[in-house]
């Protein structure tokens, strides 16, 4: 009887959906395909209304943009191939800086180097880096980092101005500062993927490594790198694209200059700080330049980022 | 024919005698220590830059700063109580627009339809957007939200920081809802639920502490940008009239950070650190949340 009963009861619970169940089902179903609509539809407008924006001055002053030298509004003269230069400079060169970083404190947080209390520390302090604002940044770069960093670079030019990357002297905001906050904002993006990439290592390779008797570092250099290779890359080049579209930061401390100049002392600009000084105050031609800039930045971060997205799927790691 | 048999031994066994400071064991030892010195390193930034906060913000923040205006260039005090508002206002309509946004379309790719066609090209596009200089946000909501209404508005940063938010919400509430247990929605669906039910009632409710990772995450991140509220926002003294340009924290540290005068870069350090404050705490409530999920 008691069974009976209960499973009337259940009985009661599953029943079939009734017709209003149905139909709310299928608005339901609806309202979420428009949003996933929408996201597809809302990139396609960005890249729309960038794009269009910028057309009148590919029309107007043509692709030579790309390979100008000034700027100047006055003379109606735009060309924006130091900001393309400085843009790929200040990045390359906090890659070079964040990347070695980046990958020597992966190594660091997964191959049993410290005990696991630490190691979550040092974890939490890297992932903190990364939540300071870029804006914040750049005013401990403008009050901190340069006061300490310029008679470091003072010495560097003075006795080895001969090369060209210290042919100038630091005189305030340039691209060192710039890209050594630069190489601090990445540095999180670099070592959280490469860490995933340490991660995914078999632990049968780990052992048949340790297994052959090589030193800690032998199976670090010859078993693990080559083997998490892939996904580090990806994460380089990830970082790369973060650095790329990084605005603030350089805003503040890369100088402003129009300028191509190999040395790093030297003050420089970028797309992204060219955007970021000029837009408010500019008139309806420049209007249109800085969004063929936006779109020249676009275009370069898409394919950057792209690229390390299809390098980490290739690799398989799960993010 | 035992000398033979010796003589093979010896040769097959490798020589497993370790002296410490034989070469390979120096190179450990010395990559080892420089490892050591790189992450210890890596510290000197953030500890540097908390230090830097706390002792120039610090001297700075009174009681006054949260609720004044920004004085004017040659006078002393003021704070920046109308680029707290600002932030909070223009970091709420993007949530607002974000959140509801990024889950209903992580629903969709999530379970309703994981295979199709467009749950591929929609998640490749949130991939894309994430990817996105944030102050490209700012320049598309320029060509289409400013330019539309004629002024520089709140509206505007918030369009712009939504954009941003967005593919953050997404991605992590995509991930939340394909962590709940199958057993659990197969269950739902064995007791006759539809696919609305079994998300609003079963589903939704067990991946809710992974959603609000996401969420605060975006927040934080949100509350920190610059770049979008430029243009779009821009900057103001008074307090918040949304139609009109509003003062944000961090376009006012951006502001202050090149102004010449020793009051404003006081400002400025206070600001940051208030501003800091705000993304650590948020930071730590997501963690907080994503480590009590138990799914």
Excluded at chain 1, 260 to 268: E, G, H, K, R, Y
Aim: charge should be neutral; aromatic fraction near 10%.
């Amino acid at each position: 009887m008691a069974e009976y009963n209960s499973l009337q009861r259940s009985q009661s619970i599953s029943k079939p959906p009734t017709a209003g169940d149905m139909l709310a089902n299928r608005a339901f179903r609806v309202l979420t395909l428009v949003f996933t609509w929408s996201i597809v539809l809302l990139l396609a407008y960005i890249l729309y209304k960038i794009g269009g924006r910028a057309i009148p001055a590919v029309k107007e002053y043509g692709l030579g943009m790309l390979v100008g030298t000034t700027w100047d509004v006055n003379a109606r003269t735009f060309g924006i191939l130091p900001e393309i230069w400085g843009t790929l400079y200040s990045s390359l060169l906090a890659l070079i800086l964040g990347g070695f970083f980046g990958v020597s404190i992966a190594i660091f947080l997964t191959q049993n180097f410290l005990p696991r209390i630490l190691e979550t520390i040092l974890r939490s302090i890297i992932e903190l880096l990364a939540a300071i604002p870029s804006v914040v940044y750049g005013l401990w770069g403008i009050f901190v980092l340069i006061p300490i960093i310029r008679p470091v670079a003072d010495f560097f030019n003075t006795h080895f101005s001969w090369i060209p990357f210290f042919s100038t002297s630091l005189s305030g905001p340039g691209m060192f500062p710039a890209a050594l906050v630069l190489s601090i904002m990445i540095l999180p993006t670099v070592a959280a993927i490469s860490q995933d990439a340490f991660r995914a290592i078999p632990h049968k390779i780990t052992e048949a490594a340790y297994g052959m008797g090589t030193t800690r570092w032998e199976a670090i250099l010859r078993v693990m790198l080559p083997t998490a290779a892939g996904g580090i890359f990806g994460a380089l080049v990830l970082g790369l694209g973060r650095a790329l579209g990084e605005t603030m930061a350089l805003a503040m401390l890369v100088g402003n200059s129009n300028q191509i100049s190999l040395s790093v002392f030297a003050p420089a600009n970028t797309l992204a700080a060219l955007l970021a000084l000029n837009f408010p105050e500019a008139g309806d031609t420049e209007i249109s330049v800085l969004m063929f800039a936006a779109c020249v930045l676009l275009l370069i971060t898409l394919l950057v980022n792209m690229l390390g997205a299809l390098i980490i799927n290739k690799t398989g790691i799960k993010r | 024919m035992s000398e033979q048999a010796s003589q093979k031994n010896e040769f097959h066994l490798p020589n497993l005698e370790r002296q410490p400071f034989e070469p390979r064991a120096l190179q450990s030892i010395i990559l080892s220590t420089l490892t050591f010195c790189m992450a210890i390193i890596a510290c000197i930034p953030l500890f540097s830059v908390l230090i830097m906060l706390l002792y120039r913000g610090g001297k700075r923040i009174t009681f006054e700063v949260f609720y004044a205006l920004p004085s004017t260039a040659f006078d002393v005090g003021g704070g920046f109580g109308n680029a707290i508002v600002g932030t909070l206002f223009m970091v709420g309509i993007a949530s607002l627009i974000s959140v509801p946004f990024g889950i209903l379309a992580a629903i969709y790719l999530a379970e309703l339809a994981p295979e199709s066609k467009i749950a591929t090209v929609a998640s490749f596009c949130a991939k894309v957007l994430s990817g996105l200089p944030s102050i490209l946000a700012g320049v598309f909501a320029y060509a289409a939200v400013v330019l539309l209404m004629g002024s520089y508005s709140a509206w505007a940063g918030g369009i712009a920081l939504a954009i941003l938010m967005v593919p953050t919400v997404m991605l992590t509430a995509e991930e939340a809802i394909k962590m709940v247990p199958q057993p659990m929605k197969e269950a739902a669906a064995g007791m006759g639920c539809t696919p609305a039910q079994a998300m609003l009632k079963i589903i939704l409710p067990v991946a809710v502490p992974g959603i609000i990772t996401g969420v605060v995450l975006a927040v934080a991140r949100a509350a920190g940008e610059t770049a979008p509220l430029l243009f779009t926002a821009l900057f103001s003294d008074y307090w918040l009239r949304p139609n009109e340009p509003t003062a944000s924290l961090a376009v006012l540290i951006y502001n202050y950070s090149g102004m010449p005068f020793p009051n404003q870069i006081e400002l400025a350090w206070a600001a940051s650190l208030v501003l800091v404050l705000l993304v650590f705490i948020l930071n730590l409530i997501s963690r907080a949340i994503g480590r009590r999920k138990t799914v």
